[in-house]
């Protein structure tokens, strides 16, 4: 295909998301792992046509990454985030960014989840595998995507429209509300911070002309040093 969908996830969210994001007329590319900044772009050379879905935190991470692509991405949407991610008005407060950061534990990532899914049914479709998180590894990801935002401000990366989640236990919607509401159209859904069936319905959207197919396809590999992608199909 010289069609692609790049997904920029969640912070603490991985591959193991890659069944929420199927598509049988594009490949789809999901990027995660924000304690690096490096971006092979040359992964998206052969692709005349992008369009990008990001999540939460992946909302600014997105910003930073594709500004460079920006001619070649024809539909752009923001679910459950911000360019502003460490904002007392426009994103996540920053006492909370920080209390998050300097306790993070597995306990308080379990509490983190729980909270971002609505509790322990929402939890239940989160897409989970058996791998053990690394709380450092986490932990130096929140760090780092700190530094970048205080460093380099919001960017100048614009979305075509931005999903507020109502229940949004993350994000408050009205610092989604406020994010968004001279800059993008936006659109507020009865949702938490995760959802898996709002977040597979918005994505299929995304230029999608066919039914879903509920199916895995082989990963292609991924770089190790740089941050982490994975290609299905």
Same mark, same amino acid.
């Given at each position: 295909?010289?069609?692609?969908?790049? #997904?920029? $996830?969640? &912070?603490?969210?991985? =591959?193991?998301?890659?069944?929420?994001?199927?598509?049988? %007329? !594009?490949? #789809?590319? $999901?990027? &995660?792992?924000?304690? =690096?900044?490096?971006?092979?772009?040359?992964?998206?050379? %052969? !692709?005349?046509?992008?369009?990008?879905?990001?999540?939460?935190?992946?909302?600014?991470?997105?910003?930073?990454?594709?500004?460079?692509?920006?001619?070649?991405?024809?539909?752009?949407?923001?679910?459950?985030?911000?360019?502003?991610?460490?904002?007392?008005?426009?994103?996540?407060?920053?006492?909370?960014?920080?209390?998050?950061?300097?306790?993070?534990?597995?306990?308080?990532?379990?509490?983190?989840?729980?909270?971002?899914?609505?509790?322990?049914?929402?939890?239940?479709?989160?897409?989970?595998?058996?791998?053990?998180?690394?709380?450092?590894?986490?932990?130096?990801?929140?760090?780092?995507?700190?530094?970048?935002?205080?460093?380099?401000?919001?960017?100048?990366?614009?979305?075509?429209?931005?999903?507020?989640?109502?229940?949004?236990?993350?994000?408050?919607?009205?610092?989604?509300?406020?994010?968004?509401?001279?800059?993008?159209?936006?659109?507020?859904?009865?949702?938490?911070?995760?959802?898996?069936?709002?977040?597979?319905?918005?994505?299929?959207?995304?230029?999608?002309?066919?039914?879903?197919?509920?199916?895995?396809?082989?990963?292609?590999?991924?770089?190790?040093?740089?941050?982490?992608?994975?290609?299905?199909?």
């Amino acid at each position: 295909s010289r069609r692609v969908k790049v #997904v920029f $996830l969640g &912070w603490s969210a991985d =591959d193991s998301m890659e069944r929420l994001f199927v598509s049988e %007329d !594009y490949d #789809v590319l $999901l990027v &995660w792992d924000y304690r =690096d900044w490096t971006f092979d772009y040359s992964i998206l050379n %052969d !692709y005349e046509e992008i369009r990008l879905f990001a999540w939460s935190l992946g909302v600014f991470a997105s910003g930073e990454v594709m500004s460079r692509c920006s001619q070649r991405i024809v539909r752009s949407v923001a679910f459950a985030g911000t360019l502003l991610p460490i904002d007392n008005a426009k994103g996540i407060p920053q006492k909370v960014y920080e209390l998050t950061t300097n306790t993070l534990s597995p306990a308080a990532l379990k509490k983190f989840r729980l909270r971002m899914c609505g509790g322990a049914e929402g939890l239940k479709t989160f897409p989970l595998d058996d791998r053990e998180c690394d709380i450092e590894e986490l932990k130096a990801a929140l760090v780092s995507i700190e530094k970048r935002y205080m460093a380099n401000g919001a960017g100048s990366f614009t979305f075509d429209k931005a999903y507020i989640c109502g229940r949004d236990k993350i994000f408050p919607p009205d610092n989604q509300l406020s994010a968004w509401q001279t800059t993008t159209e936006s659109e507020t859904i009865d949702c938490e911070h995760f959802d898996f069936e709002q977040m597979r319905n918005i994505f299929a959207e995304l230029g999608e002309t066919k039914p879903l197919l509920h199916s895995d396809f082989p990963r292609l590999g991924r770089p190790t040093k740089s941050m982490q992608w994975c290609k299905i199909k």
